[in-house]
């Protein structure tokens, strides 16, 4: 039934168990020991993954020529090839699947060289598994669960790089250039509205407001001075700008000003970030300095403030390019992320990145960079919405120009995003001794780079039963040829006979 699949030394193979079915595929077959005794190699149903087309190969007693005969191997195979263009190359990652059936879990089997190796399909290479698949004494042992009752099942996912990868650098700029913005309140006593905002300023490619009530707003509500700072910039739901930052009302007699810091991420959600209670009103009314000729003298003093660049696919820095097997779905640059404990959250799509410098406070893991994935807008999502996802962390290594990878063991467990848990990853990424050897290459130039490649299960599986039927009713066809020295055709077809439901 055609060519055996290219052969190569037998790579790393990791195997490990899990309760949730395969993504794309499931084959069940049916009185597995007459397919076995055909000594044939079987070909299932194509299916659809990734926009491709596939297939599974099984060879029940192994590839003879591999001189496996010990093992069941079970191959990936891309097909109907010949509709794609000359040269044709699909890149992807897959797994392979058989039904413990006595367990109720699939058996999972891929490359251990990262969690699962990105293969290249193509002309020359259309079908990539594992020769030994399975031990032949485990597949046929009932106690394991693989063969029972003559039936056993199995399985596949593939996820195919398309190379659709989000770039973004994001540079966080200390002491900006006119950074200090300045707001001058005359006929302060006068003002009857419940707020105020200033002029615009421009700070590097941001703009600003200062945002004040002069009698109070929520908890300073007609005892303090509500006194805000506010982004018009920002365009995402969640974090866009980040910037640290000191508020200040002006002692013009003294110089003795009043003055609170603060650290925000400013989005749509939270355009204003301040104090509602900043100042009680009646300090400004009695300090001399504070209120003069009825002008109150406001700022803001910008200290660090990010700046974030969506780079196009087609330029920006070489080594956001795809370099050594790096992520195909999204890459941060981060320059200089020094910013205590506090979070980097990084948007992409429906899902975002969740960087902890120094991390999670709460866990005690300030010894290590804690980096995570979110799902976002799930506002949006109906009620009681679930989605279930694998997925990748990447640290990139400047000197090597390669990707640390980081998965859970086993290739990358299926979590479940739901409004309970919407966020997933690893609290001890890296510890913050090696990040911060410039020898190791992630902290280069006080610049690094992070990235995640999601794999959403959608449960878009193809089910296909395939069963052997020994000795089947009607199975004898009989064709009485007459005349047959006369017969001067090249060949003849007799009429059709049915046995089962299959027509002969």
């Known amino acids: 039934m055609g060519d055996f699949p290219t052969t190569r030394d037998e790579p790393l193979i990791t195997r490990s168990r899990r309760h949730f079915p395969p993504n794309n595929f499931l084959v069940k077959i049916e009185s597995y020991s007459l397919l076995s005794e055909t000594g044939l190699e079987y070909k299932s149903d194509v299916f659809e993954a990734g926009g491709h087309k596939w297939r599974l190969s099984l060879y029940p007693k192994g590839i003879e020529k591999t001189n496996e005969n010990g093992h069941i191997s079970l191959y990936l195979g891309i097909a109907e090839t010949e509709e ?29 060289r990262g969690g699962g190796a990105i293969k290249r ?65 005359v006929r302060f006593s006068t003002l009857n509205e419940e707020r105020y905002y200033s002029q615009k300023f421009t700070v590097e490619d941001s703009k600003w ?32 700008v980040f910037a640290e930052y000191t508020l200040r009302i002006r002692d013009q007699l003294r110089g003795k000003h009043k003055e609170k810091s603060a650290k925000h991420w400013f989005s749509t959600k939270e355009e204003d970030w301040g104090f509602a209670e900043f100042m009680p009103l009646q300090d400004i009314k009695d300090a001399k300095g504070f209120l003069v000729f009825d002008t109150l003298l406001v700022e803001a003093e ?12 087609n330029r920006g820095p070489a080594r956001l390019a795809a370099v050594n097997g790096g992520p195909t779905r999204f890459v941060v640059g981060d320059r200089g992320a020094e910013e205590g404990d506090d979070i980097l959250e990084i948007l992409f799509q429906i899902k975002r990145l969740s960087l902890y410098p120094k991390g999670i406070k709460k866990n005690v893991m300030n010894g290590h960079i804690s980096l995570y994935l979110a799902i976002t807008e799930t506002e949006e999502l109906p009620l009681g919405w679930e989605v279930n996802a694998s997925f990748k962390l990447f640290v990139f290594d400047q000197v090597r120009d390669e990707y640390l990878t980081v998965q859970d063991a086993g290739g990358g467990a299926i979590r479940r995003f739901n409004d309970i848990n919407s966020k997933w990853g690893f609290a001890k990424f890296l510890p913050l ?24 299960h959608e449960r878009s599986v193809k089910r296909q039963c395939l069963s052997f039927i020994k000795e089947p009713d009607n199975s004898t066809l009989t064709w009485k040829i007459e005349r047959f020295s006369t017969l001067n055709e090249e060949y003849y077809f007799s009429q059709e006979f049915t046995v089962g439901d299959s027509t002969w």
């Open 84 to 112: 794609l263009p000359l040269g044709w190359e699909v890149n992807a990652g897959f797994r392979l699947f058989v039904f413990d059936q006595i367990r109720d879990e699939y058996l999972t089997v891929q490359d251990g």
């Open 121 to 185: 399909f193509n002309d020359l290479n259309s079908e990539w598994g594992f020769a030994k698949f399975l031990p032949l004494d485990t597949f046929n042992d009932v106690t394991q669960g693989y063969l029972v009752n003559n039936c056993c099942v199995f399985g596949v996912e593939v996820f195919v790089h398309e190379r659709t990868v989000k770039r973004q650098c994001l540079s966080m700029i200390e002491k900006p250039t006119n950074s200090t913005l300045t707001w001058k309140i």
């Open 209 to 240: 407001k200062l945002l004040v009530y002069p009698k109070g707003n929520s908890t300073g509500k007609n005892t303090a001075i509500s006194f805000f700072l506010s982004s018009c910039n920002c365009i995402r739901s969640e974090q866009g």
């Open 302 to 313: 910008i200290i660090v403030m990010s700046k974030q660049i969506d780079v196009a696919e």
């Open 433 to 456: 001794d090696t990040f911060n050897d410039a020898s190791q290459g992630y902290l280069v130039n006080n610049c690094c780079v992070f990235g995640a490649e999601v794999f959403v």
